[in-house]
Structures are given as C-alpha cells and as structure tokens.
C-alpha cells in the first residue's frame, strides 16, 4: 500500500472544478486576471490564491475592533465586523457549494467585502459620505485598499464582487458567486442583530412580528436555515434569487430592525458621539497632514488622504486619536 499523498497541483483543481461544479460557476481558468500579470502558483488556483492575501492583510485583522451595531459593548459575544465577516463567509460558502459554484471566489469576496468599512460601522460611513463631494462608499473603500493602500494584486472577479455587494448598486456584480455574497451578507446581519439586541435586552422573542417567527421559526440557526432555502428554491440558471415568500419575510424583519434597533432613541444619541469622533478626526488630519503615515500622503487632496486614514481606524484607535484632541 503506497503510504504517500497524491499531491493535487493547481492543474488538477482547475480541472475538478470542471467535473464538480455547476456550467453557471466562474471557473477559475476563465478568470480575466489580475492588473499586474503574475506567475501562477503551482497549486493554487487564482481564487485560492485571492482568498489567502486577503486574509492575511492588515485590513483585514482590523475588522476584530470594528463596530457592527453595538459600539463598544460590554459583554465578550456581541458581533464585531470581524466575526460578522466570518459568518457570511460560512453562508456564503454553504450556498456556494450548494449550487455548484466556486466556494473559493466566494470566499475571497466575502472576507473581503468589508475591510473598507469605516470605524462606527454605517454611522462613520455616512459622515465621510457627507464630507466628500463625490460620496464616499465602504465597498469602493474596499477596493481601494485591495488596490492602493495595501495593494494584494486581487483578481478582476474579487475585486468586482467586493465593489458591488452592497444592494445599494443597480448595477449586479458579475458572477452569481458575487450575487451569494449579497444574500449572504443580508442574511447573516439580519440574524445576528436580532440575537445581538435580544442579548442586550432591547428586544425580547415575543416581540418579534409573528408572522416573522412562524415563517422562520425562533432567531439563531433555524432563521438562517430557513433563508438559506429560500435562496436554494429561487435560484437557477437566471441567476441567484431567493423565494419571494421568504424575501418579504426577510424585508419585514429589515424594517422591523431599523424601527426597534438600528434608529432607536439610544443608537442616535450614541451615532451623534461617533458622528463627532470621526468628524474632528477627518478635519484635524486634513488641517495636520504631516501627522499622517506615509501611506496615506497619496497624490490626491489632504481632505481625500486624511479620509483614507480615518476611514481605515478600528473604533478604538479611532477614539484614542480623538482624545488626543
């Protein structure tokens, strides 16, 4: 019995995926490439290869200390950007493999989806929106660290798909790899905010829109089961879609969330004290540009370098510059 490992090189992946997955997926030997040409690896595929750099960035370590709802929470189970990435990353992956998709340019674009998100999740986000005239956008902030801040080369698929996995876009991202990582992404927020209010005593069970709990069951695994499905009943060749069913009950509890949670009395007074944080910090670094790292002195505006900075903060950095203030 021959006790060694067969070794399966880049070659081989390439042309698995060929046998096992779907005619819909992107293959990996189809990609259109990076913008600097490279020597391809011996026995990883072009998406393995995306999936690895990102997880290794500095960007991306800085997701453990960023905000996704609560700000600074007490206890150690609230969900940070970082662990929220982890989920929709498994999701991701789940419905990938499902489909017969490419469950590694899923993953490279959901772990990078959002690395550019700003200190104070979408409340730092709507303040450099406000402060730029062109808008500022965490998935293009995305890119722009993929691409300039700390360039990892990323193929075109990765970096299309991080761009435009926001729903805000019209425009769809151009793999259905890319369209999972925008059901993925709404599905595990959606999820784990409920548990994380109902964790925080903002929100019981019962006061959840019964028709919410009796399509999905209680919060937790069973809700993201139950919308999983309904991502696998809807979709096929067209595209991926989920079941219309399924995606008003999803809407619904989207609404229902921004009444009780997100735009709460308490998360504005709380928005307005990060409003201010990320503000001064943006105006101080733009009046002070040789405060800035090296990095961030690009050819382009102080106003623009000092947004690139800010925007890169974990929350706690964040307030520690501003209390230099």
Request: proline letters at 4%; hydrophobic letters at 35%; one cysteine or more.
């Amino acid at each position: 019995m021959n006790d060694s490992f067969i070794l399966r090189d880049r070659n081989w992946r390439e042309a698995n995926e060929r046998v096992t997955l779907s005619s819909n997926a992107t293959f990996s030997n189809n990609s259109k490439g990076r913008e600097v040409e490279e020597e391809p690896d011996l026995f990883r595929t072009i998406f393995e290869r995306d999936r690895d750099r990102i997880i290794h960035s500095k960007a991306f370590r800085r997701l453990k200390h960023k905000t996704q709802v609560f700000m600074n929470p007490d206890g150690d189970h609230f969900i940070t950007r970082m662990t929220h990435t982890l989920q929709v990353t498994q999701i991701g992956r789940s419905i990938a493999k499902t489909l017969g998709l490419n469950p590694d340019l899923t993953e490279a674009i959901c772990l990078g989806h959002d690395v550019g998100h700003s200190p104070f999740g979408h409340t730092g986000e709507d303040v450099l929106d406000e402060m730029l005239d062109d808008g500022w956008s965490h998935s293009e902030n995305s890119v722009k660290i993929f691409k300039q801040i700390e360039p990892l080369n990323l193929s075109y698929e990765t970096i299309n798909g991080i761009k435009f996995h926001p729903w805000k876009y019209e425009e769809a991202p151009e793999t259905p790899e890319a369209m999972v990582c925008r059901f993925a992404d709404r599905i595990a927020y959606l999820t784990h905010d409920v548990e994380d209010a109902i964790r925080a005593d903002i929100l019981h069970e019962n006061d959840i829109p019964k028709n919410i709990t009796k399509l999905l069951g209680s919060p937790g695994k069973q809700w993201i089961n139950n919308l999983i499905s309904g991502v696998f009943k809807a979709s096929n060749t067209k595209g991926i879609n989920m079941d219309s069913e399924i995606l008003e009950c999803m809407n619904v509890l989207r609404d229902f969330m921004f009444e009780n949670v997100y735009l709460r009395k308490e998360t504005i007074e709380e928005r307005k004290e990060a409003r201010e944080v990320v503000e001064k910090l943006v105006i101080n670094f733009t009046e002070n540009p040789k405060l800035l790292p090296e990095q961030y002195r690009a050819d382009q505006t102080d106003l623009e370098n000092a947004v690139d900075y800010v925007a890169g903060m974990t929350d706690r950095f964040a307030l520690k510059e501003f209390s230099k203030l």
